[in-house]
């Protein structure tokens, strides 16, 4: 059983407010991950982390920023959320080397009106 | 970074065995070979990884060809819960890398 926890699992929210998806492990992980993925489409990565204050941007431009000033804990923030921001958002976690399995939680969705 | 190429979808019929082919012809040496499945409105999960020989575990096997520029994931009896998106990904030793999923492959599995 995976000890990855998202919240909010669903959030509708208008035009220019700010908002943070929090992702938290209890696994001890050092990477941790967030993907976007719209329905039926690609995942794609926005930002990864190898520790704390280590911070990078994915393959896939995003608005969003995040934070890891805790091993256990890597909210992302929209400071301004558009309507072109809705879309399913997934983090992920594993522990360090090429062995070990990537953890996901349940996902964000989220929806811009 | 490494890449694979994965058909786009496939099709099988319950109880059958599905063999899902994956190409990635520029691995180098210290990329292990993972599989993930995403199952519909869900997160993927983790199915399977090797990195030269093959691999069983109680979800699927894994072959990895002898040149190790392409592999199978293997599931001996599919049932209608197999339905999914299979990614094949690269994951490659050293101290920092980032994980990037293709496309992956539809698997319709018919009753």
């Not at chain 2, 180098?28 to 093959?54: A, C, F, K, M």
């Amino acid at each position: 059983e995976a000890d990855i926890y998202q919240t909010p699992r669903y959030l509708v929210i208008g035009t220019g407010k700010k908002i943070t998806l929090e992702c938290s492990q209890t696994m001890g992980h050092d990477k941790m991950y967030w993907y976007q993925q719209d329905p039926g489409m690609e995942l794609h990565l926005i930002h990864y982390s190898y520790g704390v204050n280590s911070t990078e941007k994915g393959d896939l431009s995003s608005e969003s920023t995040v934070s890891r000033i805790r091993t256990e804990h890597f909210p992302l923030t929209l400071e301004s959320a558009r309507p072109s921001h809705t879309s399913q958002y997934l983090c992920a976690s594993t522990k360090t080397g090429p062995t070990g399995e990537l953890f996901f939680g349940e996902g964000s969705r989220l929806t811009v009106l | 970074d490494a890449k694979t190429t994965q058909p786009n979808s496939m099709e099988s019929n319950e109880e059958e065995p599905v063999h899902l082919p994956c190409n990635h012809s520029t691995i180098s040496g210290t990329d292990y070979i993972h599989w993930y499945r995403q199952l519909p409105s869900q997160g993927p999960e983790y199915v399977i990884h090797g990195l030269t020989s093959n691999v069983n575990n109680r979800m699927a096997s894994l072959a990895i060809a002898e040149d190790r520029k392409s592999s199978t994931l293997i599931l001996h009896r599919a049932t209608l819960r197999d339905a999914a998106v299979y990614y094949c990904i690269l994951v490659r030793g050293g101290s920092n890398y980032k994980l990037t999923f293709g496309k992956g492959t539809l698997l319709t599995v018919n009753p």
